[in-house]
């Protein structure tokens, strides 16, 4: 086997959206029917993806809106970010948005590994407040990543964190590109 490949992802969104949800969901296999809202926690899970074993680490933000500051510990030594919403909260959404313009200011305009999550999505459609094309136009705009999901469902819960650790490679890739490019 390869060596452990470290990997380190934060989850961003507006508060309430389902993050810690989420990833209760993948690093227990559960869903918590009581996870206190103000915690912020980083989990970890050992997992093989491929013929690749990854140590994830998902450090569970207690959420942000638009006056939030992003700390330093969110911006450097991270690989990824999962930014969720709830589709049944517009104004989700739109932090999701904002989100990432204070990412781009903070990292710069460089590649940057993301999947945006419009999660809920088992809600009744009339509590729909966000279109899937919405979401998916979002993404493109991005060029991130995108998923609907529930994070009562454990399959669709996990491939959000399969989804990061391809992203990341993926970029990781374009970048060695770039660069081969250039010193030709
Ligand atoms: P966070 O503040 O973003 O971490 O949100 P939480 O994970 O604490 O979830 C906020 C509330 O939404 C809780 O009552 C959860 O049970 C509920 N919730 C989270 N994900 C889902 C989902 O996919 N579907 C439904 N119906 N409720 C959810
Ligand atoms: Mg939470």
């Not at 009581?34 to 074993?53: A, C, H, M, Q, R």
């Not at 990824?80 to 781009?104: D, E, K, M, P």
């Amino acid at each position: 086997m390869p060596p452990v490949k470290h990997r380190k992802v934060v989850m961003l969104g507006y508060p309430s959206v389902g993050k810690s949800s989420l990833a209760l969901q993948f690093i227990k296999g559960d869903f918590p029917t009581d996870y206190e809202p103000t915690i912020e926690n980083t989990w970890s899970k050992t997992f093989v993806l491929g013929t690749d074993e990854f140590e994830l680490d998902v450090v569970d933000t207690a959420g942000q809106d638009e006056y939030s500051l992003l700390p330093q510990s969110f911006i450097f030594g991270i690989h990824g970010y999962i930014v969720v919403y709830s589709v049944a909260c517009s104004r989700s959404f739109q932090i999701a948005t904002g989100l990432h313009r204070v990412l781009v200011d903070r990292r710069g305009k460089c590649l940057m590994p993301i999947v945006l999550v419009g999660n809920k999505n088992d809600l009744p459609s009339q509590c729909r407040e966000v279109k899937q094309e919405e979401g998916k136009k979002l993404a493109d705009s991005w060029g991130a990543a995108f998923m609907e999901v529930s994070a009562k469902d454990p399959e669709k819960s996990k491939q959000i964190f399969t989804k990061i650790i391809e992203e990341i490679d993926r970029v990781e890739r374009s970048f060695s590109e770039e660069k081969k490019c250039s010193f030709m």
